[in-house]
């Protein structure tokens, strides 16, 4: 699970969304949130080439999305490592209040993007697979509750990721 991002920037947070609109971008970003990643562990977990994985890395950075999480050395070179900060994240986007519409549109129209290309060759190996999808009129109050609960339970799932492929672990999404 993908939290929103955090699109506080000085031009209304454009960067950060054009940032997040790549699919890949948002890939890197669910890698991050687990654990700290250097390109190169980033570009073999993809498939993707180290120029590119890079190249995607230093665009989350430049726009916000993602933080440096040290280096280190690696045959004679330094490598950088990253994460993505759901908790830090989300309390910007929340001191930041309501964007306009169009930035909501586009937003969400990523984050469809995203879901449909995991679905894609997924494997869904047991009966409690949970997906939700209502259009429903509800209370303001009970509304806010249940957003509470929700960002709760995202927050949780954020805090519960491991590294991709750690043993034990299921991949979810």
């Known amino acids: 699970m993908l939290m929103l991002p955090n699109m506080s ?5 454009r960067s950060a969304l054009r940032a997040t609109a790549h699919p890949v971008r948002l890939q890197i970003m669910s890698l991050l949130t687990g654990s700290s990643l250097t390109a190169a562990e980033v570009a073999r977990e993809l498939g993707l080439t180290h120029a590119n994985a890079s190249y995607h890395l230093r665009t989350l950075l430049a726009a916000g999305m993602i933080v440096p999480a040290g280096e280190e050395r690696i045959r004679g070179g330094i490598a950088k490592r990253y994460r993505y900060d759901a908790a830090s994240d989300v309390a910007r986007e929340k001191a930041r209040g309501r964007r306009p519409d169009e930035y909501y549109r586009t937003l969400y129209a990523a984050v469809a993007g995203e879901i449909i290309r995991r679905t894609q060759g997924a494997h869904f190996p047991d009966e409690g697979n949970l997906i939700v999808d209502a259009e429903l009129w509800l209370d303001p109050s009970a509304w806010n509750e249940f957003k509470e609960r ?5 927050r949780e799932l954020h805090d519960a990721a491991q590294p991709p492929r750690t043993p034990g672990t299921v991949r979810t999404s």
């Open 150 to 154: 929700v960002g709760q339970a995202a």
């Open 9 to 13: 920037l000085g031009d209304g947070g």
